[in-house]
T-cell receptor, first 113, second 113 residues
Framework: DQQVKQNSPSLSVQEGRISILNCDYT??????FLWYKKYPAEGPTFLISISSIKDKNEDGRFTVFLNKSAKHLSLHIVPSQPGDSAVYFC????????????FGGGTRLMVKP | KAGVTQTPRYLIKTRGQQVTLSCSPISGHRSVSWYQQTPGQGLQFLFEYFSETQRNKGNFPGRFSGRQFSNSRSEMNVSTLELGDSALYLCASRTSGTYNEQFFGPGTRLTVL
C-alpha cells in the first residue's frame, strides 16, 4: 500500500522554464510534507517543506503547494537550471507519531540547456 | 555545523555475516532515523531513535536492529545478512520540535555477496 505516490517517473524541461513535480498521498494523518533532491549514491538533500496548516511555501526558486482536500502537493521550480537535474522525492510525516518519513518513488528531472 | 556523517561509506559482506553501520548526527540533534534505499522498494523507514530510545520501527524483520548512545550517535546492525539486504543505508537527524526537516547523511552502500 503506497501511501505516497509520485506518478511521473521522469520529467524533461528546457532550461529557464518551469518544472512542476507532483505527489499524491492517501494517509490523512500526514501533517508535514517535504521535498528532497537526490543524486545517485548520495543522501537526499532537503529542499523545502510545508506543514498542513499552510497551502503554499516559497524559498527562492522553489515553491511547494499543498491541496489537502485533494491530498496532493506539487513542487514548482522557476526558472529551471541544468544543475537542478536529479531525482526528486516527496516525503510525508505524521508528526504526532514521531519522525518516520514515508517517501514517494521519486521523479527524475532532466533540465536541458 | 558539520553535517550527518556515516561510516563506513562502502561495505562488502557475504551472506550469513552481520554488519554494523554508524551514524553521527548534526550537533544538537537528538532524533536519528535510519532508512533503506533499494531499486525495488525505494526509500523505506527502518527505525527512529530519540534520547537513546527507539521511538518507531518500520516493517523490517528482527535481523535489523539499532541503538543510540548518550551523545546521540547511532548504530544499526543487520545480522544473518541476505542478498536482499544489499542497499544504500541512510541516516537522518533532526532537532526537536514539530515541523523540522530531517537532514540526511551520505549513506553506507552495503553489498551482500
Amino acid at each position: 500500500d503506497q501511501q505516497v505516490k509520485q506518478n511521473s517517473p521522469s520529467l524533461s524541461v528546457q532550461e529557464g522554464r518551469i518544472s512542476i513535480l507532483n505527489c499524491d498521498y492517501t494517509n490523512s494523518m500526514f501533517d508535514y510534507f517535504l521535498w528532497y533532491k537526490k543524486y545517485p549514491a548520495e543522501g537526499p538533500t532537503f529542499l523545502i517543506s510545508i506543514s498542513s496548516i499552510k497551502d503554499k511555501n516559497e524559498d527562492g526558486r522553489f515553491t511547494v503547494f499543498l491541496n489537502k482536500s485533494a491530498k496532493h502537493l506539487s513542487l514548482h521550480i522557476v526558472p529551471s537550471q541544468p544543475g537542478d537535474s536529479a531525482v526528486y522525492f516527496c516525503a510525508a510525516n505524521n508528526n504526532n507519531a514521531g519522525n518516520m518519513l514515508t517517501f514517494g518513488g521519486g521523479t527524475r528531472l532532466m533540465v536541458k540547456p | 555545523k558539520a553535517g550527518v556523517t556515516q561510516t563506513p561509506r562502502y561495505l562488502i559482506k557475504t551472506r550469513g555475516q552481520q554488519v554494523t553501520l554508524s551514524c553521527s548526527p548534526i550537533s544538537g540533534h537528538r532524533s536519528v532515523s535510519w532508512y533503506q534505499q533499494t531499486p525495488g522498494q525505494g526509500l523505506q523507514f527502518l527505525f527512529e531513535y530519540f534520547s537513546e530510545t527507539q521511538r518507531n520501527k518500520g516493517n523490517f524483520p528482527g535481523r535489523f536492529s539499532g541503538r543510540q548512545f548518550s551523545n546521540s550517535r547511532s548504530e544499526m546492525n543487520v545480522s544473518t545478512l541476505e542478498l536482499g539486504d544489499s542497499a544504500l543505508y541512510l541516516c537522518a537527524s533532526r532537532t526537536s520540535g514539530t515541523y523540522n526537516e530531517q537532514f540526511f547523511g551520505p549513506g553506507t552502500r552495503l553489498t551482500v555477496l
